[in-house]
């Protein structure tokens, strides 16, 4: 027989109903952490809190890293002082050896508007006074030609000047007490050119008439 549904039934079934809702919100409750724990967790950067034991091998592994950089600083250093050693055994620092003192060396012209700086046997470059980016003006290249080989130097593939060839260096070497540029000019567009003084083109007999006499070059 038919059972008719009656309103106690209804209220029934809503108090189980109530009954389960309330057991999955406590189930929530207790596994899943507040939302600020939960930020707390995520967020937290607090180192964990290791035993003794733990912390000395951190201590000695971190030790054992940075011996090891240092190390290899010390081969990458190593290597390019014999790099450095072969270039220059490689390089022709004249007939006697005499252009060795400079090699490495830099040294400077200023003028009104520009520092001229030239690093014997690597680089020259134009440094504005005024503020702005230094321009390479060229990279060394070669000796002059003969009979008077070692009496100029060729910087060349400078920075390419706007609508223009590649800047370049000419050095004039003349005999001087000392090592020192005096003078640079741009006879030509992008083409640089500069007297330098130095003791390693002066003969015996030159070299003991310096303090009484100059010699002039011209461009």
């Known amino acids: ?107 400077d012209y200023e003028e009104r508007e520009y520092t001229y700086r030239v690093c014997m046997f690597k680089s020259a470059v134009q440094i504005p006074k005024g503020g702005g980016s230094e321009v390479t003006i060229g990279y060394w290249e070669s000796w002059g030609s003969e009979p008077n080989k070692y009496s100029v130097m060729k910087y060349t593939n400078g920075v390419s000047c706007w609508n223009g060839p590649s800047r370049s260096l000419t050095i004039h070497l003349r005999c001087g007490i000392e090592n020192r540029a005096i003078d640079v000019r741009e006879p030509t567009k992008c083409e640089y050119a500069m007297i330098f003084e130095t003791p390693a083109v002066c003969d015996e007999n030159i070299g003991a008439k310096l303090s009484h006499q100059d010699t002039h070059t011209e461009f």
């Open 1 to 107: 027989e038919k059972r008719e549904h009656s309103v106690d039934d209804d209220a029934h079934d809503k108090n189980d109903m109530d009954d389960n809702l309330d057991d999955i919100d406590t189930k929530d409750d207790i596994d899943q952490p507040t939302s600020l724990d939960h930020t707390k967790h995520v967020h937290d950067d607090t180192a964990p809190d290791f035993d003794d034991e733990t912390k000395k091998f951190i201590q000695i592994a971190d030790q054992a890293r940075n011996d090891f950089k240092d190390a290899e600083k010390k081969v990458r250093d190593v290597k390019k002082e014999i790099e450095d050693l072969q270039k220059r055994a490689e390089m022709n620092l004249g007939e006697h050896d005499e252009f060795s003192i400079m090699y490495d060396q830099c040294y």
